[in-house]
């Protein structure tokens, strides 16, 4: 029998593991130093616990029996296998080897051994006779070994607690006797009272100590060190949080500018509990204020904005604020301060034509800081505004935007006018000014169409720099942005001109923007698709065997975005032969996926237009499509490429398209009963169990669709929960988490309708009266009041769709608006979602054969509707293909 592929694998490690030691015993120093350098490879190339022991034992021996050089390469060795040393077992043996060296006469032999024991530390953190040799080697004479064993002190009490409290006397004393510890000694011993927060007393133990000698000594470096500490533990155990910020603040304002380190430590300091999430008072953000702008020193002014920004963005500092009875007081002070800020940081800046030098280089990230910290602050105060808690008379947010946009639009300006190309640091940075600027734009309710056309006007002005660089960044926000309001009129044609313009490199966001204007299914579709369609064949410069010869990352980016929007037919352009280019087969797979999903869907947008209400369903291509794509994704899972969600997703559609087409055979079929049973005058009592038993398992069919679609959310959900909280990740999630559930309300729409004609043909089947086999003039509500109706649970929140509908609808003819507001997807159709379920509730009602007969036709309705309409392909569909962008063929 062959040898497994385990078995395989150890003999291989085991050979080079021999290989190693013969060069060893060569007895030539370079060929020691070589093989014992050789081991982290090992480790990193045959990471399995038998070869691991065999290799860390055969270094001990080495340890033991070597020089102090060789011994230092082992110490190294050791730092870079961490990953690997919790497989180590035999740590008994291990250690016996390396501990003798402990007792040896060299200094530098025993300091060298303290440090592997540092390096040990995830494996060695629990034994009390390491413990006592770090302990006694603290009160050696030799300062080489005092430092080892403080560095061993360091590491195992960031692995042991019960380390920390065995030693926490220890380090009180010394760091307490001034004389006889070195100030660099000591600081490095404040830094290991870091360590002490998971037990509670000992926390609180720890920050006493360093409080007490907080005041013993005026050295920056050391009260650097002790504010670090004491932050540390306050941010992990989360005791005395409150004196830990106010000691920080107090520390902040008592800096003079003579001592600005302790001042900028401190406000660092205060950010590092924000990424806590530790709530911070009001008058604690109004003292980071008042500290920005009273300080002379640019970079403690710098220091203080980064530490708003990271409360604003990381805790509920501004809802809390906002629900206080004197919040717009407190924000409108917030943003004059901020304006103030911006204004004296700004007019440091040099001319726009010329290059920041580096005394303003700290005031430019000033300015951005600002733009960070109005761009949270601002629309919480437009909330508060249109709440009618400010004066109508308050000109402050109008005034705020207005000097924070003209300020954004001539930063901008200073970097696109400058010659040669862009620095990395440059793109990024207007790519985050960009951000803010379509956000506080949009917030402003006024000036989109003025914002465009600044930014095509910068496109024409600077293009070739503003197009590869920013372009994409400005049109991603602007769309971002632009889904939650009504749609800019005549900005379809605008952007078309410009696209046509420049077809020779157009702006891949602009494409973009354009299809977002055009939704699918409008009258301009076929129209706009055919311009489009020749100016992505120009933009890839088609051959003759219908292949893109330039620019394919940007058309794969065109497609995943056209494909997130429903532009399924667009995605197929772009496209069209990319898995032919590129050499990967992953790649040439992953390519081959997306093209057949874009072929499904937009192959369906049009399958039902001739087979309106004809009993007939047709998607078996289709289902076998999506079996293709399931199993190019298995086999990219073969190349080491998880697909989980990709597979989940793509069986879920093919099942919901099997799970239509049935439902329209049955629907057919009872049809076809009905007309047979009104021809022959036949009771219904002889057919109508089967069709009704048939409806209903159609109809759980879609409900369990439904619940497994919850599962697909929930990996979403749980995919962007630690993503963070960027405003654009954000938007991004909600789009990927409402795309999922738009089918996962399908189905149980479907469902809920197909129920309803079950519970309509049982109602007449067992009504028994002839007379009501051709009449229909029953009560509407009858058939509900029979007996309780059985929805599925995940409908219920649906239902009460249609009064929200009905009451947003009186509330916009009382207000006398049209317009919705902000409309994301999934509000979108949510709105057609109610008045879907309205009209099934009033139509799908009655006590005869007509009524079953018109339940049919709508549910045939519903169901070729639902098919034929354009599904967003969720963010998580798509992964990066970065390595696709390397492999592309250079550009002809």
Known sequence: MAPSKSNASDEAGFKRLVELETEYRTQRSPDQLYAIASFPHLFDEFPYPVIINAGILKLADYFRQSNNIQRHAILQVFKKSQPHLKKVINVEETYKRISPMLQSNDPLARAITLRVLGGMATIVSDRIDVYHNVIHSLDSSEAMEVSAAVYAADMICAQSQRFCAIISGKLAFMVRDTLKTPLPLRRRLIRIFGHMFEDITLARLARKTCMDILELNQDVEYTVAILRT???????????????????????????????????????????????????????????????????????????????????????????????????????????????ILERSFSILPSTASPLSSASSVSKLVVLECYAVLAVILPYYRQLEAAGLTNVADSTFREAIGKTTESMEQFLLGIFSRGGKLHRDDTAQSRMVLSSLVSLTLEGGSGIDALLSTLLGWINTYKGRFINDVGQSAFTHYTAATTEVTTVPGCSDVLLRELRRSAQYPDISLLEFSALHHSPGSATTSSFESRVTALLEKFGRIDMLERYTRNHWDLYQIARYSLQTGWSSLALVALRNQEKVVSSVSSSLWLTTVRIVAQIESSLQTVTGGQKDSGQLNLCSQKQMYTKVISYLE??????????????????????????????????????????????????????????????????????????????????????????SDSLSAKTDQHSDGAIEVLQTMCLIIAYAIQRVAKILDYASTDGADSQINNSSGTETEIMDADVFDVDPLLIPLLYLQSQQQEQQEQMQHDGDSSSGSKTLLDIFKASTGLTLGYIDENLTGNGVDAVERGISIVRQLIQRYISYSIPIPQEFFVSMRSYAQEQPLSA
């Open 230 to 340: 004491l932050t540390k533990l306050a941010s992990h155990s989360l005791v005395d949080v409150n004196q830990q910020v106010d000691l920080l603040l107090q520390r902040a304002k008592a800096s003079s500018n003579s001592e600005p380190g302790i001042r900028r430590v401190s406000l660092t300091c205060l950010g590092s509990l924000a990424q806590k999430n530790i709530e911070f008072k009001r008058e604690q953000m109004q003292a980071i204020f008042d500290i920005a702008l009273e300080s002379e020193d640019e970079k403690t002014t710098l220091k203080a904005m980064v530490t708003l920004h990271k409360i604003f963005r990381l805790t509920n500092a501004m809802t809390s604020i906002s629900l206080l009875e004197s919040g717009i007081e407190t924000m409108r002070g917030y943003i004059q301060v901020c304006i103030q």
């Open 635 to 724: 086999e990219l899972e073969a190349h080491q490429v998880n697909r989980t969600f990709h597979l989940q997703y793509s069986e879920l559609r093919r099942q919901y398209l099997d799970a239509c087409q049935s439902a329209v055979g049955i629907l057919q079929l009872l049809s076809t009963s009905l007309d047979i049973n009104r021809e022959q005058q036949r009771s219904q009592h002889a057919w109508h169990t089967a069709d009704e038993i048939a409806l209903y398992r159609c109809a759980d069919k879609f409900n369990e669709l439904a619940h497994q679609y919850t599962l697909l959310r929930t990996v979403v959900s749980s995919s962007f929960a630690s993503s963070g």
